[in-house]
């Protein structure tokens, strides 16, 4: 463990405890702050992506989740991170407030516990300098580790209790299947964090997403690299139209009720494909670069190799 301080034992509270470390190294400086909430944990300014954020807050609330006592989270990328600063006023005039915020937390989700509309914050990964401070002030920002965040395996993981989830994409298809961990490249862009764990332990999952990044179709008839499936996916919300999976009729019937315009995800298919044509298909060898696995630890894919 890298250390700018060490001090008198036994040092407390302790969010890495001592059976738990091998070394420590002391170090002048151990990184920059400055940068934590850089890339895609960032606060998008971006008009696309605010226009896809609203989108998706006005779904949550006509979804029939949206009520006393429910619970969110929010992926990374900035159309969902967006969605919580438009949560408030909605909350506000329904006099609504969460019971508990979970996963990466962000500055706008301090900024709701600290106005009493999130009652409690699981923070698995503080998202940006905000998050981090929270923790010092605030008794009821709570520090969770990865294994009671999202671990299949354990007595009890927090995505379990999860009412609402909004995140991101790289590739959805029209299986709504899910890519967030290669480029429309073929090559490893990030990680997937709980992704898939959320989509399939919430009551609701929602995938923002811009239907085309320049001339790249986001949504595809079928993702290079499946992370999450689309068994456990029930709302896309683009910039051109949202669509309900087909397995979740009552969603739509909900948002088209609430005068949400709802159309099908081959529609959308369609749209990108006008806008974007056809890409060249990647081609690849057969060599394995990475195998990618579910959250009960199968295999259900693997990335494979650019052909240079």
Request: glycine share 8%; net charge negative; hydrophobic share 40%.
């Amino acid at each position: 463990m890298l250390t700018e301080e060490l001090l008198p034992y036994p040092h407390n509270p302790a969010s890495i405890e001592q059976d738990q470390v091998d070394l420590i190294v002391k170090v002048d400086r151990v990184g920059d702050a400055a940068k934590i909430g850089a890339g895609a944990t960032r606060m998008t300014t971006n008009p696309r992506e605010l226009l896809i954020a609203r989108s998706a807050a006005d779904v949550i609330v006509n979804s029939g989740y949206f009520k006393e006592g429910f619970s969110m989270q929010t992926g990374t990328g900035g159309a969902s991170l967006a969605v919580t600063r438009f949560l408030e006023d909605k909350m506000r005039s329904r006099d609504i407030r969460a019971d508990f915020a979970l996963g990466g937390i962000t500055a706008t989700m301090v900024d709701l516990h600290e106005k009493g509309l999130i009652r409690k914050l699981l923070d698995v990964q503080s998202f940006d300098s905000h998050a981090a401070q929270s923790l010092a002030r605030n008794p009821n920002h709570i520090e969770i580790s990865a294994n009671q965040y999202a671990n299949w395996g354990s007595k009890g993981a927090s995505v379990d209790r999860l009412d609402v989830v909004v995140l991101s994409a790289l590739e959805i298809d029209t299986q709504f299947n899910v890519n967030v961990l290669t480029g429309s490249d073929g090559v490893l862009r990030g990680a997937s964090g709980g992704h898939c764990d959320t989509a399939i332990a919430s009551a609701l999952s929602i995938i923002v997403a811009p239907l085309v990044r320049g001339r790249i179709p986001t949504l595809v008839d079928n993702v290079l690299t499946c992370i999450t499936p689309g068994s456990s996916v029930d709302i896309l919300v683009t910039d051109h139209g949202i669509a309900v999976n087909p397995a979740r009729p009552e969603l739509a019937e909900r948002l088209q009720e609430a005068g949400i315009k709802v159309v099908s995800i081959e529609w959308l298919r369609e749209r990108a494909r006008l806008l974007t044509g056809e890409p060249q298909p990647i081609e690849f060898t057969d060599r394995v670069v990475a195998v990618v696995r579910y959250r009960d630890g199968s295999v259900i894919d693997v990335v494979h190799q650019v052909k240079e």
